[in-house]
């Protein structure tokens, strides 16, 4: 059995959102039960050099429509990172998904080269090579250190909260 471009990113950028939005949840609960302002979850940030807990969401959306649209040679939408709220950030997570589900599995198909800036110098790699060590790995990052933040400030949420269900 062969896997696709598509098969390899697509499904695993929605479940990874799907988990998230599942962690984001916990986290509403979690500010609720302990009368924390939901801003100050949304606004933390692991170290003062890193992006907060949105604009770790943002960029995991960046990366994941990003990867769509230069793998299927399809049109990126722009959404303005303007998110300050859960409910802003589950829209997000859901107009991501709705764009990555949207992309037809046939524009996947075929080999197609990428070019994309590292450290403002452009860099050409095949899509495959694109996919399996820049997109994926950046996406998980962000996603992780969305995760890591809501831990480190008390949400009770696990492994298998980031994993999610089988």
């Given at each position: 059995?062969?896997?696709?471009?598509?098969?390899?990113?697509?499904?695993?950028?929605?479940?990874?959102f799907?988990?998230?939005?599942?962690?984001?949840?916990?986290?509403?609960?979690?500010?609720?039960?302990?009368?924390?302002?939901?801003?100050?979850?949304?606004?933390?940030?692991?170290?003062?050099d890193?992006?907060t807990?949105?604009?770790?969401?943002?960029?995991?959306?960046?990366?994941?429509?990003?990867?769509?649209?230069?793998?299927?040679a399809?049109?990126?939408?722009?959404?303005?990172?303007?998110?300050?709220?859960?409910?802003?950030?589950?829209?997000?997570?859901?107009?991501?998904?709705?764009?990555?589900?949207?992309l037809?599995?046939?524009?996947?198909?075929?080999?197609?080269?990428?070019?994309?800036?590292?450290?403002?110098?452009?860099?050409t790699?095949?899509?495959q090579?694109?996919?399996?060590?820049?997109?994926?790995?950046?996406?998980?990052?962000?996603?992780?250190?969305?995760?890591?933040?809501?831990?480190?400030k008390?949400?009770?949420v696990?492994?298998?909260?980031?994993?999610?269900?089988?």
């Open positions: 059995m062969s896997l696709s471009i598509h098969d390899v990113s697509v499904p695993v950028f929605v479940r990874a799907g988990n998230l939005s599942a962690i984001l949840d916990k986290a509403v609960e979690h500010a609720k039960a302990n009368g924390l302002d939901e801003a100050e979850l949304v606004n933390a940030r692991l170290a003062p890193m992006l807990l949105a604009g770790q969401i943002q960029r995991a959306s960046d990366s994941a429509k990003g990867a769509g649209a230069r793998l299927s399809g049109d990126n939408p722009s959404f303005p990172d303007t998110e300050a709220t859960f409910p802003e950030l589950q829209a997000r997570i859901t107009k991501t998904i709705d764009y990555l589900n949207g037809p599995t046939a524009a996947f198909d075929g080999a197609r080269d990428v070019t994309i800036p590292i450290r403002r110098q452009p860099v790699m095949s899509g090579a694109y996919l399996l060590t820049f997109a994926l790995p950046n996406f998980f990052f962000h996603v992780t250190t969305a995760y890591d933040i809501l831990r480190h008390g949400v009770g696990g492994k298998m909260d980031y994993l999610g269900n089988f």
